[in-house]
């Protein structure tokens, strides 16, 4: 199994800024995917972050708007850039183990709110 | 990644069964059906998982007939902490790694 832990929770942010969500797990994994979901919504997958290497981006999301770091096998951030209402989602942390199944975890989430 | 399709929304009550088909028509020799839940202000939890036949495990049990195109999540006697959200997923058994595709998932509301 694994543990991840997102912070922060929730953030009322002012439109045009940035808000970096950090996302910590307690193993060592090789992969980690954030996902968005908007309010109502299924979760969409932004981008998988590599260690070691740039993180790779879904049609529709870009690196400008959406940069991730992921220094090391159990820690990746990201950022929500240049903010604006429309980014009002909650924002999720996930990797997959894989053992008897192949299973993803995932973070309780950020809640973000543009005003 | 295979398109699953799942009903928008169910309605049960207390001790009832619920049982919830997902058509995955196009689902490749070497994906895997998972189920995931997800109760508000979380993430989606892992459920169930299986290829053929059917799986048990502690919390649901998982129909799957021999032609794979569909699967059907059974939730014995429900209580009203079942509400949630229920999502069917399809993809490769054993890949870490491998990108998930949620579709709309369905909405369960458990009444007393």
């Known amino acids: 199994s694994a543990v991840i832990s997102q912070k922060p929770s929730r953030d009322i942010c002012q439109r045009g800024t940035s808000l970096t969500i950090q996302c910590q797990v307690d193993?060592?994994?090789?992969?980690m995917f954030w996902y968005r979901q908007q309010p109502g919504q299924s979760l969409t997958l932004i981008a998988t972050?590599?260690?070691?290497?740039?993180?790779?981006?879904e049609s529709g999301f870009v690196i400008d708007k959406f940069p991730i770091s992921r220094p090391n096998l159990t820690f990746s951030t990201l950022t929500v850039s240049n903010m604006s209402p429309e980014d009002s989602s909650i924002y999720l942390c996930?990797?997959?183990?894989?053992?008897?199944?192949?299973?993803?975890?995932f973070g309780q989430g950020t809640r973000l709110t543009v005003v | 990644l295979a398109k699953t399709t799942q009903p928008i929304s169910m309605d049960s009550y207390e001790g009832q069964e619920v049982n919830i088909t997902c058509s995955h028509n196009?689902?490749?020799?070497?994906?895997?059906i998972t189920w995931y839940q997800q109760f508000p202000s979380q993430g989606p939890r892992f459920i169930i998982q299986?290829?053929?036949t059917k799986v048990t495990n502690e919390v649901a049990s998982l129909f799957i007939p021999a032609d794979r195109k569909s699967s059907t999540l059974s939730l014995p006697r429900v209580s009203l902490s079942d509400t949630a959200v229920y999502y069917c997923?399809?993809?490769?058994?054993?890949?870490?790694?491998?990108?998930?595709?949620f579709g709309g998932g369905t909405r369960v509301l458990v009444k007393p």
């Open positions: 193993s060592q994994v090789t992969m």
């Open positions: 997923l399809v993809g490769p058994h054993g890949a870490a790694g491998n990108k998930l595709t």
């Open positions: 196009n689902i490749a020799t070497n994906d895997y």
């Open positions: 299986g290829y053929k």
């Open positions: 972050a590599n260690q070691g290497s740039e993180a790779t981006y």
């Open positions: 996930s990797v997959e183990v894989v053992s008897k199944n192949t299973e993803a975890f």
